[in-house]
């Protein structure tokens, strides 16, 4: 059984950095693609970035430069870097992962993943 669970969310001050986790079971991050979104209140969810299998990463470009996906597949684990934070950066952030091993490039379509975790408040103060 697949599961995703996001941890690591929590109030932070404009400009600062928050680390998010993703750490699931019933497969591994190094075989799949695995994704991060973000639904600020009251709008649609919106893509941050994939993580394919093989550790390729793809950005949303409005994203790029403050947003950093790693992964620790020792612990199989992956993370979400969110730096110079915004108070439009405010939201519950969400890991997916979907079965297939490669994300392909600029491909961020939500529903092409199957598998969810509950998601982790951030809140971004000014």
């Known amino acids: 059984q697949v599961r995703l669970v996001e941890s690591g969310g929590g109030s932070v001050q404009s400009g600062g950095t928050i680390k998010l986790t993703c750490t699931p079971s019933?497969?591994?991050?190094?075989?799949?693609?695995m994704g991060w979104f973000r639904q600020a209140p009251g709008k649609d969810l919106d893509a941050v970035g994939t993580h394919s299998g093989g550790g390729i990463r793809w950005y949303v470009h409005s994203q790029e430069g403050r947003v950093t996906i790693t992964h620790d597949y020792a612990i199989n684990t992956l993370y979400l870097r969110l730096d110079a934070l915004k108070p439009e950066d405010t939201g519950v952030y969400y890991c997916a992962a979907k079965d297939e091993y490669v994300c392909g490039k600029g491909n961020f379509d939500s529903s092409g993943f199957p598998y969810w975790g509950q998601g982790t408040q951030v809140t971004v103060s000014s």
């Open positions: 019933g497969f591994t991050v190094d075989m799949h693609c």
